[in-house]
C-alpha cells in the first residue's frame, strides 16, 4: 500500500515537473521573441509608419505624426525626382562596380587556385585586405589621389608631361573605387569553388579536344556559376548599404546614391524624418529581393562535384606568361592597398596638402606630426575613441551572449516558437546599417528621457544589424561540438543549464570569443547606423571621422583615418588570432 | 584507324620521393584491351594520365599510331587535345550543366564535323551505351551507372585512335560494378577500339583484358595473357597480388628442366615448379595459391600431414586455416559442405605445377 502511494505521487510529480519544464521554456522562448521583436520588429515598424506620415517627430510629437498615416506620403516621395536620380544613380555605381568585382574576383581565383603563378599564396592573402579597410578611410585615400585638381596621380601625370588626368569624383571613379574595393566578395566564393571542383571535369574537356581557353567558358565557370552569381549579389548588396566611398567621392559633385541621398535629408533644416524613412524602405526592399534571390541561387542548383576522394587540385603551367599573372597581382595590390595608404600617410604627415611638384613631394621639410598633435588637441577625438571602444564592448558582450541564446535555442533545442525566432533574428540581413539607423532613429526620437542620445542607442542598433553574423559565427563554434557529449552530461545527472555551463560553454569558448571579438571590432568601425543616433555626446569615431572630412580639412581626417586604421588593424589581428582564421570571412559579409 | 600505343622506358619524377614511374615500357597493339593493374600509388594511373597528356613525363617516350606524343628528351610535349585519344574517368566527370546528349556531343563540337554528321554520331554512340532514350535528361538526374555510361559513349563518339580508362568502374556499387565490366568489354570488342585500362581489381583485370600489366613502385613487373599472369607469374609479388597468398619458405636441393626439390626444413621435400633458373642450394620462397590445397586426398608425390587449425563457412566454399611444417596457411575448398574438423590431422597434396618457387629476396612486403 505504502509504495503505490509512493508511486502515485512520483507521478503526480512527474506531471507539475513537465508544467514546469513546459512553463520555463515557454517563458524562455517569449522572452527571446520580446527581445528580438524590441531590437528588430520595433524599429522597422516604426520605420514604416515614419514612411507613411507627413509629420515631424520630434516637432509634432509621436502620437500626432501616427495620427497622420497616409500612402500618399510614400507615394509622394516615390514620385519626387530626385529619389529616382539617386536610385538611378545607385543602381549605376552599383552594377557597374560588381561588373567590376566580377571580373577582378574571378580573376584572381583563377590564377590562386587553377595556375602556377609565382607567389600566389601571398596574392591570395593580399588580394582580401581591401576588406579590412573601413570604406571611409577608403574614400578619403581615393580623394587624396584621385581629386581631379589637387590628387596625387594628376600630380604626377603633370610631372611626367602627360596631359592625361583622372578624376574620381565622378561616377566613373565611384564604380571603380567600389569594383576594385569588393571584388574579395566575389574572389571568395569563386575560389572556394574552383578549389572544390573535380579537375577531371576540366581534364575531360581538354582530352574532348576543347582548349584550355574554350575550357575555361564551356565547363569550368558554367559550373561555378552559382558561386559566381553568389559572390555578384553579395558584392552588390554590400555596395547597395555603403555610405563612405559615396559620400565623400560624390560630394563634390552632388551624385547622390539613396545611402548619401537618406543621409542628406536628415540633415535638412527641418530634417525631413519621413521622406528619409520612406527611400530607406526603398533600399530596405531592394537590398530585400537581392537578398531573397543570393539564398534561392545558394541553396538551388548547386552542382556537387566533389568526387569522395582527395584530388590534387590542377595547376596550369602558365610558362613565362606566369610573370605576367604574377605583375597583375601585384599591381592589384598596387592600387588597392599601397596608393592608398601611401596617399594617406602623406596627407596625414604633410604640412599643407597643396603639391606643386614631385619635388615637394619628398621634400621632408613639408612633413610633421601637426595634425596628429592638433586631432589629440581636440577633447572629441580621445572621447570619441572612448566612446567608440564602450558601445563596441557592450555591444559584444549584450549581443555576443544574445547570439548564443539565440543560437542554442535554434539549433539544440526543440522548442516551439525556435522557427520565429531563427527568423526574425535573420531579418536585418535584408536591412543595409544606413537603414537600421533610420529606422532606430525613428523608433527612439519621438520619445522623450528614452534610449536617444545614449551610448545604448548606438549598441542596440549594432546588436541588431550585426545579429545574423554573430549567430551564424556562434552556432558553428558550437555546432562542431557533437551532441552526444552534451547527451552524456544529461545522463550523469546535469541540467540544461549546468550542461551548458560545464560542457558546451568551454568546449565552445574560443569560438565565442572569436565572435564576439568580431563583434566588437565591427561595432566600432561601423558608420552607417551611427549617423543618425549619434549625439555630441555619444560621438564616435567612425562619426568624427566624417566630421573632420567635411570639415575640409584634408590633413586631420588622413591623420585620424590612420589612426583608426591602425587601431583596427591591432583589433582584427587578435580577432584574427583568437579564431584562427575563421573570423575573416565575416568582417567579410557585412562590408 | 586504330592505331598501336607504343610506351618506352617512361619515367615521371614528382618534386619530392621516388619516382612515380621508373622505366616503364609496353605496347599496346590495335584493336588490343591492356590492362594495368596493381595496388594503389604502385604509379599505374600516372602512367596513364602521362599517356593522356595531363601529366608530364620526366623521361622516355610516347607515341601514338607512329607519332610520338611525348619526349622529354626532344622536347615533343602534344598538348591532350591534339592527341586523339578518349578518356573515361573514375570520377565519371560529366558536366553537371549539361543534358546526357549536350555531353556527349561536346567532344565533336570542336572537331569538324557537320551538325547532321554529329547528330548520328551522338545517337550512335548512345545506343551503343544503352541510353538512347536518356537524351535529353540532365546528366544530374542519372544514377551512377548511367553517369559512367554517358562518359563512355562522350569518350567514344569521335572514334579516338585509343581509350583510356581510369579505374572507370570503382565509384560503383558492387553489382553494377560486375554488370557494367562485363557490358564494357562487349562495347570495347564490338567497336574494335584499342584501350588501355587501369584498375586494382584483378577480376576486372581478368574479364576485361587481353592482356595485363602488373605494376609496383613505378615499376612494370610482368605483362602478359591473363592465363599467363594467373599461372605462370613472374614473381612472387605477381603471385601475391593475383591470388596465390600462401608462402613457404626453403631450400632448393635439386633441380631437372621446369621442376625442382625444395627441401622445406627438418627433411621434408616437395616437387615445385621453377619459372626461373635456380641452381641447387638456393633459399627459395613458394607461393601457393589457396584453392590448390587439397585437403584429405593423398594424390600424387606432395602429399604431407597437416592440421585444421580452423574453419570458416562461406557458405558456397569453406575456408580453413591448417598448419604446414610448422607454418600457418590458407586453404579454400569449394562446395556447400564442410568437409573437414578442427583439430583433426589430415593429409593434404600439393600438385607441383601450383607450387611455384622463387628465389628468396628477403622479406617483402605485399601492401
Not at chain 1, 596608393?339 to 604633410?350: D, E, G, N, T
Not at chain 1, 536617444?452 to 553574423?469: E, Q, S, V
Not at chain 2, 569538324?112 to 551505351?129: C, F, H, P, Q, T
Not at chain 2, 597468398?245 to 636441393?253: H, R, S
Amino acid at each position: 500500500m505504502h509504495g503505490q502511494a509512493d508511486r502515485r505521487s512520483e507521478v503526480t510529480r512527474g506531471a507539475s515537473d513537465g508544467a514546469r519544464r513546459r512553463l520555463y521554456t515557454g517563458l524562455w522562448v517569449g522572452a527571446l521573441l520580446a527581445i528580438l521583436a524590441f531590437l528588430v520588429i520595433y524599429p522597422v515598424i516604426m520605420l514604416l509608419l515614419g514612411a507613411l506620415t507627413d509629420t515631424n517627430p520630434v516637432v509634432d510629437g509621436l502620437a500626432r505624426s501616427l495620427s497622420h498615416l497616409s500612402v500618399a506620403n510614400f507615394l509622394t516621395v516615390l514620385a519626387n525626382p530626385n529619389v529616382g536620380e539617386a536610385l538611378l544613380n545607385t543602381l549605376i555605381a552599383c552594377g557597374g562596380g560588381t561588373a567590376i568585382a566580377v571580373a577582378i574576383g574571378l580573376f584572381f581565383s583563377w590564377i590562386v587556385v587553377r595556375t602556377n603563378t609565382p607567389f600566389k599564396g601571398f596574392i591570395a592573402a593580399a588580394s582580401i585586405l581591401p576588406l579590412f579597410a573601413p570604406p571611409l578611410v577608403a574614400g578619403v585615400a581615393w580623394a587624396i589621389l584621385g581629386s581631379p585638381k589637387t590628387g596625387l596621380i594628376n600630380t604626377m601625370f603633370k610631372w611626367m608631361g602627360s596631359d592625361f588626368r583622372v578624376d574620381l569624383y565622378s561616377m566613373w571613379g565611384l564604380v571603380f573605387v567600389f569594383g576594385i574595393y569588393y571584388a574579395p566578395y566575389v574572389y571568395m566564393f569563386t575560389s572556394s569553388a574552383l578549389r572544390n571542383m573535380d579537375p577531371s571535369l576540366e581534364e575531360a574537356a581538354e582530352i574532348s579536344g576543347a582548349s584550355a581557353f574554350s575550357t575555361l567558358f564551356t565547363v569550368t565557370f558554367p559550373l561555378i556559376m552559382p558561386a559566381i552569381v553568389s559572390g555578384m549579389l553579395l558584392s552588390f548588396i554590400v555596395m547597395l548599404g555603403i555610405y563612405g566611398i559615396p559620400a565623400v567621392l560624390g560630394a563634390p559633385t552632388n551624385l547622390n546614391v539613396l545611402t548619401t541621398y537618406i543621409f542628406k535629408l536628415t540633415n535638412w533644416s527641418p530634417p525631413l524624418y519621413n521622406t528619409a524613412a520612406a527611400v530607406a524602405i526603398i533600399l530596405m526592399v531592394v537590398t530585400g529581393l537581392l537578398v531573397y534571390l543570393q539564398q534561392r541561387v545558394l541553396s538551388g542548383r548547386s552542382y556537387t562535384t566533389v568526387a569522395g576522394k582527395a584530388f590534387r587540385p590542377r595547376s596550369l603551367d602558365l610558362g613565362p606568361w606566369r610573370w605576367l599573372t604574377f605583375a597583375i597581382g601585384i599591381l592589384y595590390l598596387l592600387v588597392v592597398v599601397v596608393l592608398p595608404s601611401l596617399a594617406l600617410i602623406v596627407a596625414a604627415f604633410r604640412k599643407f596638402m597643396f603639391i606643386r611638384d614631385v619635388a615637394s613631394l619628398f621634400d621632408m621639410r613639408q612633413y610633421s606630426l601637426t595634425h596628429f598633435e592638433s586631432i589629440f588637441d581636440n577633447p572629441l577625438t580621445m572621447r570619441s575613441i572612448y566612446n567608440a571602444v564602450e558601445v563596441g564592448v557592450i555591444t559584444a558582450v549584450v549581443g555576443g551572449a544574445l547570439a548564443f541564446a539565440i543560437g542554442y535555442t535554434i539549433h539544440r533545442t526543440r522548442v516551439a516558437g525556435r522557427g520565429a525566432i531563427d527568423l526574425i533574428s535573420t531579418l536585418p540581413v535584408a536591412i543595409p546599417g544606413l537603414v537600421v539607423g533610420v529606422a532606430y532613429l525613428w523608433a527612439w526620437i519621438g520619445i522623450p528621457g528614452g534610449l536617444y542620445g545614449t551610448i545604448w542607442i548606438l549598441a542596440l542598433a549594432f546588436i541588431a544589424r550585426f545579429m545574423p553574423d554573430t549567430v551564424k559565427a556562434l552556432s558553428t563554434s558550437f555546432l562542431q561540438i557533437h551532441r552526444e557529449l552534451e547527451e552524456a552530461a544529461w545522463v550523469c545527472g546535469k541540467g540544461m543549464l549546468g550542461t551548458i555551463r560545464t560542457i558546451v560553454l568551454p568546449l565552445a569558448s574560443p569560438g565565442v570569443l572569436a565572435a564576439m571579438t568580431l563583434l566588437f571590432v565591427l561595432a566600432i568601425r561601423e558608420l552607417g547606423s551611427s549617423l543618425f543616433l549619434y549625439t555630441s555626446n555619444t560621438m564616435v569615431m567612425s562619426v568624427l571621422l566624417l566630421d573632420y572630412y567635411e570639415g575640409g580639412n584634408i590633413g586631420k581626417t588622413a591623420a585620424f583615418s590612420l589612426v583608426q586604421t591602425v587601431l583596427l588593424g591591432v583589433l582584427i589581428g587578435g580577432a584574427n588570432w583568437l579564431s584562427r582564421g575563421a573570423a575573416q570571412g565575416n568582417v567579410a559579409r557585412t562590408g | 584507324m586504330m592505331a598501336t600505343l607504343e610506351v618506352t622506358e617512361l619515367r615521371k619524377q614528382f618534386a619530392i620521393g621516388r619516382p612515380a614511374i621508373d622505366g616503364v615500357s609496353f605496347s599496346v597493339p590495335a584493336g588490343e584491351i591492356v590492362v594495368l593493374l596493381g595496388p594503389s600509388g604502385c604509379g599505374k594511373t600516372t602512367t596513364l594520365r602521362c599517356v593522356a597528356g595531363l601529366e608530364h613525363p620526366t623521361g622516355g617516350e610516347i607515341s601514338i599510331s607512329g607519332k610520338v606524343v611525348s619526349s622529354p628528351e626532344r622536347g615533343v610535349l602534344v598538348p591532350p587535345r591534339s592527341r586523339d585519344l578518349g578518356m573515361v574517368f573514375q570520377s565519371y566527370a560529366v558536366w553537371p550543366h549539361m543534358t546526357v546528349r549536350q555531353n556527349v556531343v561536346y567532344p565533336l563540337k570542336h572537331r569538324n564535323i557537320s551538325r547532321a554528321d554529329a547528330g548520328r554520331k551522338v545517337e550512335e554512340a548512345l545506343a551503343l551505351v544503352g541510353l538512347s532514350e536518356y537524351g535529353d535528361r540532365p546528366v544530374v538526374a542519372l544514377s551512377g551507372g548511367q553517369m559512367q555510361r554517358v562518359a563512355l559513349a562522350r569518350s567514344m563518339v569521335y572514334r579516338p585512335q585509343l581509350l583510356l580508362l581510369d579505374e572507370p568502374l570503382s565509384n560503383l556499387d558492387a553489382k553494377l560494378r560486375l554488370r557494367l565490366r562485363d557490358d564494357l568489354r562487349v562495347i570495347l570488342k564490338q567497336t574494335g577500339m584499342t584501350a588501355l585500362y587501369v584498375t586494382h581489381d584483378q577480376a576486372e583485370a581478368v574479364v576485361l583484358g587481353d592482356r595485363i600489366g602488373v605494376m609496383r613502385d613505378g615499376k612494370l613487373l610482368q605483362m602478359d595473357s591473363p592465363d599467363a599472369i594467373y599461372n605462370r607469374p613472374a614473381d612472387l609479388f605477381v603471385a601475391n597480388f593475383t591470388g596465390a597468398t600462401n608462402e613457404l619458405a626453403g631450400t632448393l636441393v635439386a633441380c631437372n628442366g621446369r621442376y625442382g626439390v625444395v627441401d622445406f626444413g627438418d627433411g621434408r621435400r616437395g616437387e615445385v615448379a621453377l619459372f626461373h633458373a635456380l641452381a641447387p642450394d638456393e633459399k627459395v620462397r613458394v607461393a601457393l595459391r589457396p584453392e590448390n590445397i587439397a585437403i584429405g586426398r593423398p594424390d600424387g608425390a606432395n602429399t604431407f600431414s597437416a592440421k585444421v587449425l580452423d574453419r570458416r563457412y562461406q557458405g558456397t566454399q569453406t575456408a580453413y586455416g591448417i598448419e604446414l611444417f610448422g607454418k600457418r596457411l590458407e586453404a579454400i575448398e569449394l562446395g556447400t559442405a564442410a568437409r573437414h574438423q578442427v583439430g583433426v590431422e589430415a593429409p593434404v597434396s600439393l600438385p607441383r605445377e601450383c607450387l611455384w618457387a622463387y628465389r628468396d629476396r628477403g622479406p617483402v612486403s605485399h601492401e
